[in-house]
């Protein structure tokens, strides 16, 4: 990465106008979806002047019964969300009144800070008071405020609006968002609400828990001002499982439906980074109306509250004023006293009695409950797993604005929300620290920039982000490495206003994730084209399998979409115990095929034309393509010369790079990187496995030429018998390429034929980035450790990635190196850097914050587990390799035990009967004993050696959502759709959507279908008493005995029944990369051990079942 | 006769161990570089795999002497290296030519330092015994210088 010549741009002539080229567009990553041009800012969570939608305004007084017995169907409580004041979410108010009320002292609060803040935020203290009161205009996003501030602030904040036409279809400032609603804000949470719900531990269920939940049902209702005098008069359903739960619902689906809109908060709530749509807005504001909470939180466990909230408030005070917020629970306190009808004033007098006669821990248990860090017993929680799709836990920096700014978890994540502030701390937690990354993941609606200076930090090369210091309006304060840095004049130009001001409305600021398109400083040689070079493995037993057939003819019809310009070039080779190189010279009237026989000394038959414009020869390629599938139907070679093959294509890319896609079907037995069979079928169940490391090292050396070459080499095996995928994927690891693996691969199977034509379509039409580089920076004291994934690490923090893909996923270990205690957050930048297949030099620039606390409780109720679990199976694959697989196994369940050992051990439960988990682990045993049953962990199961080597490649590689499907696939009942909440897609169409369930066979009923969801690949089983209207009017047969077990499509039928799982199923599809294939089998099918074998909380013979396993833990934990 | 089979065994480990303090010093200053960024790890590798077995051979060389010589205190304390030397060659990542590291897995963080600080330590271990070689070669010459009185 050339990392020079920026500085001599950076004094600009003052009021000279800046060469900027505007703000590109909005880009679509997604081919295939239609390129809008959005102006760079049309990401919502930054647009503060939108409109409200109808259905998120206030509910009137004749919708409130309406909604709130809804509540009670949905299982929520509103019971998590403890109340702020009204006053607290005015920054979207159009109230003047309050909103002077509160900006002010907020400025005088941080100037106070400032006095002293030297030592409390080292980050702010050169700050001038000026630049305090530009912020609270400019960031606030109100009008109001401006008139308290200098005339050079005084710009229109729909920035962006004047000069894209898109932006100026929404309503101006004027129709700013009404105050807060306060009931759709009870519904952003649904989630925590369920878990609440659920059964409660019958241990747990003695006085002293009784009082924290009944205090929590009362709490939100202290906030609620008179809008909602009786909501909780509703009678709430009393649960005792979700089993009994799910009936609960089903009365009233009708009502459900009048308001979709409450699930559909909470889809878009998920589906945010992907969906933006007006609402977002405030769903996003909703969402973040959580951090109060956690400030409460430290309110209230701290015993000074006055040291620690100028801290927590003034992260970056200097820049987003906040609000004073210790005085916040008083104020609630007289909102409530006011407000709430007698009845429960009454309930509140019995509450505080219980409080008054119980101990300081029950209040403590109470309140943990409140901000969702209450524990739970697991030997008393069979049902753990949450109805809906695991909520990721978010991060809290105590500024709304910098929290909105942050990263998306899809797209960056660490194991934990809040960063230890040493080492010691870290170890003591037992929590493994790192961070998942999934770079180039296909995003609908990203910022891309183009400008002459893309403004960095001098020292560090950190590209500019949210999260650093404006020390003034020239001078910035790099975050990671705290350098201050001058910032060029044009960066104070905003185009759309076109008048100099202040640097933060730039889009470089106000999102985390963003792109740019680079200047020439950025190139070591001109923009490479698209170069797509095909191996066809044509051995005989690739002949057998008929894969050819598939990748032509699906090849065939995606030429055109390859992506690419007009540079883009294709080639062909196809091996058997010859090389045969396909010449596409001008004026041949088809393609030439030249056979080379000398595989030990590779060399090319003729220099040019085997690479050829793929628009020139476009017909001679076709031509090809046609031809090839039976063209060599009569020969009988079985040898298969993979390693002449992958020289020769280095040859002929080593002067361009691009991408090198092999189809192997057979084991490479001769010329160089020849390999033997090393799998003795006889020792597949047995716990020793052996052959997990590469047989030579041919395959990495060559990566390692091509990586020099930026050439990636992609692999799909389409194999029969042992192919040794353990050496053969070097190829692929170390040159950034990917692995699809079809075992007994034949093409005349329907499904496998189709779920191999899926993933080549796929792989062909996604996105591509040639020639890139990803540098992963963090703040000082903290180092990456370890790296995984497919690529190669070319300095400490500096991944060469020849080509880099949409779905491949980064895992990176992070350690602690130096005490943190004196920053208040840390952050990760991962900048990558490639080449577009339009031939585009760009960066994608992700930035994540996260606070640094020295708490161990507050470090260990901010573990994300899903992420937890993402990185443990990357070290296990890692251990297994190393050393052997039961060591892995066995790390597995040590981490476990310290986890929850380390969790005990900071309660101070001392000897308690249960096996505690918080909150946020409480599915780590779960995921935990799942991979222990996984492909790549298992042991006592026959498993193929390949299949296990695939399974860890996959562990490796994969985005963390696609690995815990994997890993813990998604069950759905789907013969009761009728019944089911219904949420709303992207169309505005009413999906049912069915809990998810536990994976046990004791949920499993006779007279059930079932849908399991394993990322890739689904499956409905259908049980023998199911009824027959589900059999006819879904699978539109007659009888459960005339489902075929050939049945891989659902039928579309004419009616309601049929469409409502369709659209589940084209619900489920919508988030993954590529659809599914979907199989339907009676449960009395051959096939059925697909789907039971994936009943993971079930014994096996060889493994324990899930509760067995907690058993187990508990024995340990001490 | 003033020189005998030890003196010169030591004279020779004197030699030879200057020239291992010398392959060590490379070895950390080349993973220094590494560290901080300065080389490419596959440059890197290929200059350090070609000097690892000749490393091991000449430290095998004098420890052969040695026990030509009958030198079994320096036997001792070079007998841990040894069995060190050997267990790491045999441990090394699957490659095809000689050496021990291999670019792929050289940047991880553990591997740098396990081997950064496996260079601290065999320098000073070579420093040290560089100058109990030259102890042992004074005494060797003293014994020399000694024994023929004794006998005469």
New interface residues.
């Given amino acids: 990465m050339s990392q020079s010549n920026m500085m001599n741009q950076n004094n600009m002539p003052n009021g000279m106008p800046p060469h900027m080229n505007g703000i590109d567009s909005s880009h679509s990553s997604r081919d295939s979806s239609p390129t809008v041009r959005y102006p760079y800012m049309t990401q919502g969570p930054m647009a503060p002047h939108r409109p409200i939608p109808a259905n998120q305004l206030p509910p009137t007084s004749k919708t409130i019964n309406q909604l709130s017995q809804n509540y009670s169907n949905l299982q929520i409580n509103n019971q998590l969300t403890p109340r702020t004041s009204p006053k607290m979410f005015s920054t979207s108010t159009p109230n003047e009144q309050v909103k002077d009320n509160q900006s002010q002292p907020a400025i005088d609060r941080n100037k106070s800070q400032q006095s002293q803040g030297g030592v409390l935020s080292p980050i702010g203290f050169n700050h001038s008071a000026t630049s305090h009161f530009s912020n609270v205009a400019l960031n606030g996003n109100s009008v109001s405020n401006l008139g308290q501030t200098s005339q050079r602030f005084n710009v229109p904040s729909n920035f962006g609006g004047t000069q894209l036409p898109h932006q100026n279809s929404l309503p101006s400032n004027a129709v700013a968002p009404p105050p807060r609603p306060p009931l759709q804000q009870t519904l952003s949470q649904p989630r925590l609400m369920a878990y609440n719900n659920g059964p409660v531990p019958t241990s747990t269920s003695s006085p002293q828990h009784a009082v924290p939940q009944n205090h929590m049902t009362q709490r939100p209702l202290m906030n609620q001002p008179n809008r909602m005098p009786n909501f909780n008069l509703q009678p709430s359903v009393p649960v005792q499982s979700p089993a009994t739960r799910m009936p609960t619902q089903m009365r009233m689906p009708n009502s459900m439906q009048q308001y979709p809109n409450m699930h559909q908060q909470q889809h878009h709530q998920q589906q945010q980074q992907r969906y933006p749509t007006p609402q977002q807005y405030t769903n996003q504001l909703q969402a973040s109306d959580q951090l109060p909470n956690v400030t409460s939180n430290s309110v209230h466990q701290n015993s000074t509250p006055a040291q620690d909230i100028p801290i927590r408030a003034n992260l970056h005070s200097n820049r987003y004023p906040t609000q004073p917020q210790y005085n916040q629970s008083h104020q609630q306190q007289q909102y409530t006293q006011q407000t709430i009808p007698l009845q429960q004033q009454q309930q509140q007098k019995l509450q505080q009695n219980f409080y008054q006669q119980s101990s300081q821990n029950v209040v403590q248990s109470g309140f943990n409950k409140l901000w969702g860090v209450e524990n739970f017993d697991l030997l008393q929680t069979p049902n753990i797993l949450p109805k809906t799709k695991v909520e990721v836990p978010r991060i809290t920096l105590g500024n709304e604005l910098l929290d909105h700014a942050n990263c998306k978890p899809d797209i960056f994540r660490c194991t934990m929300t809040k960063i230890p502030e040493n080492n010691s701390l870290l170890q003591k937690s037992r929590l493994p620290l790192g961070v998942l990354i999934h770079p180039f993941k296909d995003l609908n609606h990203l910022p891309v920039i183009q400008c002459n200076t893309i403004v960095r930090c001098r020292s560090c090369r950190t590209y500019i982000n949210p999260y650093v210091y404006f020390i003034d309006s020239k001078k910035w304060k790099c975050n990671l490495c705290y350098r201050i840095n001058e910032l060029p004049e044009e960066f104070q130009y905003d185009p759309v206003t076109k008048t100099y001001g202040d640097p933060s409305r730039r889009p470089e600021v106000k999102t985390s994730t963003i792109e740019y398109i680079a200047p020439s400083e950025y190139m070591l040689r001109p923009p490479q084209a698209a170069i797509y070079l095909f191996l066809l493995d044509i051995s005989r037993a690739a002949i057998e399998s008929g894969y050819l057939h598939t990748v032509c003819s699906v090849l065939q019809s995606e030429l055109n979409n390859l992506p690419g310009d007009t540079r883009t070039q294709v080639g062909f080779i196809a091996y058997d115990t010859a090389l045969h190189f396909f010449s596409f010279a001008d004026g041949l009237s088809q393609p030439h095929e030249m056979t080379v026989l000398d595989i030990d000394d590779v060399f090319l038959p003729c220099p040019d034309n085997l690479l050829v414009n793929l628009q020139d020869c476009m017909e001679l390629v076709t031509d090809l393509l046609a031809q090839l599938p039976n063209r060599y139907n009569n020969s009988f070679e079985t040898g298969s010369a993979l390693g002449a093959a992958l020289q020769a294509s280095y040859k002929m890319m080593a002067s361009t790079g691009g991408r090198v896609t092999v189809f192997q079907a057979t084991l490479p037995t001769i010329g160089p990187g020849a390999l033997i069979s090393r799998e003795d079928p006889s020792q597949r169940a047995g716990s020793d496995v052996q052959h997990l490391?590469?047989?030579?090292?041919?395959y990495?050396?060559l990566a390692?030429e091509c990586s020099?070459q930026q050439i990636a080499v992609d692999i799909f095996f389409a194999n029969s018998q042992y192919v040794d995928i353990a050496t053969i994927s070097g190829i692929c690891?170390?040159s950034g390429g990917c692995m699809y693996h079809f075992p007994l691969f034949k093409a005349s199977r329907q499904s496998q034929n189709e779920s191999f034509e899926k993933c080549l379509r796929r792989y062909l039409t996604r996105k591509i980035g040639f020639e890139a580089v990803m540098r992963i920076r963090c703040s000082r004291g903290l180092?990456?450790?370890?790296?995984h994934g497919n690529f190669?690490?070319?300095?400490?923090?500096?991944l060469s990635l020849p080509n880099i893909n949409p779905d491949a996923g980064f895992g990176m270990q992070v350690?602690i190196e130096e005490s943190l205690s004196d920053v208040k957050s840390i952050c990760f930048q991962a900048a990558l850097l490639y080449t577009s297949s339009k031939g585009e030099r760009r960066i994608r620039v992700h930035t994540m914050c996260l606070p640094v606390v020295n708490n161990l409780t507050e470090i260990i109720n901010s573990a994300d587990q899903q992420c937890i679990i993402g990185l443990l199976s990357k070290m296990a694959v890692d251990r297994s390799v190393q050393s052997n697989l039961s060591d892995a196994r066995e790390a597995f369940i040590n981490v476990a035990i310290d986890i929850l050992t380390s969790y005990k051990a900071s309660q101070n439960m001392g000897a308690t009967s249960g096996l505690m988990v918080p909150n946020c682990l409480r599915l780590l045993p779960l995921y935990i004993s799942a991979l222990l049953k996984s492909i790549a962990f298992r042991s006592g199961v026959s498993t193929r050696l390949d299949d296990r080597v695939k399974a860890m490649c996959d562990m490796k590689t994969s985005p963390l959502p696609n690995l815990i499907q994997q890993i813990y696939p998604d069950l759905y009942p789907v013969h009761n759709l009728h019944d089911q909440n219904v949420i709303e897609n992207e169309d505005k169409e009413l999906v049912p959507m069915p809990p998810i369930l536990q994976l046990s066979a004791r949920n499993i009923d006779s007279n059930g279908a079932y849908l399991m969801d394993m990322g890739t690949h689904m499956v409905i089983i259908v049980c023998s008493a199911v009824s027959s209207m589900f059999l006819n009017h879904v699978l539109g047969v007659s009888d459960y005995n005339s489902i075929s077990d050939e049945m891989y499509e659902l039928p579309s039928l004419d009616n309601e029944h049929n469409q409502r799982l369709h659209l589940l199923i084209n619900y489920l599809n919508d988030e993954k990369p590529m659809n599914a294939t979907l199989q339907i089998m009676r449960d009395s099918s051959p096939n059925r051990n697909m789907f039971f074998e994936k009943l993971l909380e079930d014994r096996i013979e060889t493994a324990l079942s899930y509760h067995e396993f907690l058993q187990h833990l508990k024995t340990q934990v001490k | 006769m003033a020189f005998n089979f030890p003196a010169f065994s030591y004279i020779i480990a004197l030699i030879v161990d200057a020239f291992l303090i010398f392959f060590s010093l490379f070895h950390v200053i080349a993973f220094d570089e590494l560290k901080t960024d300065y080389k490419n790890p596959i440059d890197q590798c290929n200059s350090l795999n070609p000097l690892v077995l000749p490393e091991y051979v000449l430290h095998l060389i004098f420890n052969i002497l040695f026990v030509a010589a009958g030198e079994w205190v320096s036997i001792l304390i070079n007998i841990p290296l040894i069995a060190y030397h050997i267990n790491r060659y045999r441990t090394r990542p699957v490659m095809s030519g000689p050496g021990l590291y291999d670019p792929t897995s050289i940047m991880n963080a553990d591997t740098l330092t396990r081997c950064q600080r496996e260079g601290w330590i065999k320098l000073a271990f070579y420093l040290l015994s560089f100058f109990y070689y030259l102890y042992g070669y004074v005494i060797a010459l003293e014994n020399a210088h000694v024994n023929p009185e004794h006998v005469t």
């Fill in positions: 490391n590469p047989a030579n090292d041919f990495k050396r390692l020099g690891k170390f180092t990456i450790h370890t790296f190669f690490v070319r300095s400490t923090d500096l350690s």
